[in-house]
C-alpha cells in the first residue's frame, strides 16, 4: 500500500524501512524538535502500509490519552484510515489539516520508551501466519471495526480510551506484520470490549428507568 499524505506522495521514509518498528519510535522520540508535526508522523510511518499506522497511532492513544483533545486528535485519522481500509483503497489518503496539527514530541518519545519492551518481545515472535486473516475481507472487517472504535475514542468518555486503544494497535501490527494470530487478539478483544460495553449499558439503563419509574410514583 502506498501513501498518499494531503495529496502527495510520502517519499522520505525509506532511510527508517530497514529498522525494526520498534527502534524506529525511538529515533523518532529522540530528534531534537520539541513539537512532532502529524506531516512528519506520517511520513516516517506511511511506507510501512496502513497497518503501521494504526499501530502508532493505537499506542499513542493508550499511552498519551490522558491529555486533553488527544484521543479525538488520533480518533480522526484513525477513522479515515479504517474506512479506507474498508473501502480497499490501495493509497492512504489524510487531508491536510490533519497534518498540520502537532503533538508533543516529549511526549512520544515517553510513550515510545513505555511500549519499547513488550513491542521487541512481540516483534520476535511474529511472523506471517494465518494468511487468511490477510484477505480482503479480512481487512475491510478490520477496517470497520477501527471506525466503531475510533469513533469510541473521539467521545468524551474519560479513562474510556485504553482497551480501544490498544485493539486498533493489535489489528495495525497484525496487519503490518500480516500475522494473523495477532489480528486474532484484535477480534478477541473488540468483542470482549463489545460484551462490556453491553453488560454496562445493560445496567445503567435499568438503574435509570428503576429511578424514572420511582419518581414518577412519587410525584
Not at 152 to 170: D, K, R
Request: with cysteine; hydrophobic share 55%; glycine share 10%.
Amino acid at each position: 500500500m502506498t501513501l498518499f499524505a494531503g495529496g502527495s506522495m510520502n517519499d522520505d521514509s525509506n532511510s527508517f524501512n530497514a529498522r525494526p518498528f520498534s527502534q524506529v519510535l525511538i529515533d523518532v522520540g529522540a530528534v531534537d524538535d520539541p513539537v512532532l508535526p502529524m506531516d512528519e508522523l506520517v511520513r516516517t510511518f506511511g511506507e510501512r502500509g496502513f497497518g503501521a499506522l494504526l499501530l502508532i497511532l493505537g499506542l499513542l492513544s493508550a499511552v498519551i490519552g490522558v491529555i486533553p483533545g488527544t484521543t479525538t486528535l488520533l480518533g480522526i485519522p484513525i477513522l479515515i484510515i479504517g474506512v479506507q481500509l474498508l473501502f480497499r483503497r490501495d493509497e492512504l489518503w489524510l487531508p491536510g489539516w490533519i497534518l498540520k496539527r502537532d503533538l508533543p514530541r516529549a511526549a512520544f518519545a515517553e510513550a515510545a520508551a513505555k511500549v519499547r519492551s513488550r513491542l521487541e518481545r512481540v516483534e520476535r515472535f511474529s511472523r506471517p501466519r494465518l494468511s487468511f486473516m490477510s484477505s480482503d475481507l479480512s481487512e475491510a472487517l478490520i477496517g470497520l471495526m477501527c471506525v466503531i472504535w475510533a469513533a469510541v475514542l473521539m467521545l468524551p468518555l474519560i479513562g474510556f480510551n485504553l482497551f480501544p486503544s490498544l485493539i486498533v494497535a493489535a489489528f495495525g501490527f497484525g496487519l503490518m506484520q500480516k500475522d494473523g494470530v495477532v489480528m486474532l487478539v484484535g477480534w478477541v478483544g473488540s468483542a470482549g470490549m463489545a460484551t462490556f460495553t453491553w453488560i454496562v449499558w445493560e445496567a445503567v439503563s435499568r438503574v435509570l428507568v428503576a429511578t424514572w419509574e420511582m419518581i414518577v410514583r412519587l410525584f
